[in-house]
């Protein structure tokens, strides 16, 4: 994956960003990053989608609560646990 990175200093609302890095991807990345965005506003239905640290994102009660990135051989997932909200926010 081309990396999103170059988006984090843009002043476009975060959903365009999200949308402009998903659309980097190659379709069946794509794909499968689409199914992981889908599955975490299924599971957190409040959250509302960010962008950090150069990745798609989403927020609950207004602080991080999880990233999600495709890279080139893999995609990732960062939980962001109560332990490191506490440590960190």
């Known amino acids: 994956m081309k990396s999103c990175s170059p988006l984090k200093h843009s002043a476009k609302?975060?959903?365009v960003q999200v949308q402009t890095?998903?659309?980097a991807l190659p379709a069946d990345t794509?794909?499968?990053?689409?199914k992981l965005r889908e599955?975490?506003?299924a599971a957190a239905p409040g959250a509302i989608e960010s962008f950090g640290y150069g990745m798609p994102a989403f927020s609950l009660?207004?602080?991080p609560f999880v990233w999600y990135a495709a890279w080139k051989h893999h995609s990732s997932f960062y939980p962001i646990s109560q332990m490191t909200?506490?440590?960190h926010v």
């Open 85 to 87: 909200t506490r440590a």
């Open 39 to 41: 599955a975490i506003r």
């Open 30 to 34: 794509r794909r499968h990053v689409q």
């Open 21 to 23: 890095c998903l659309a």
């Open 61 to 63: 009660g207004g602080k």
């Open 13 to 15: 609302h975060p959903s």
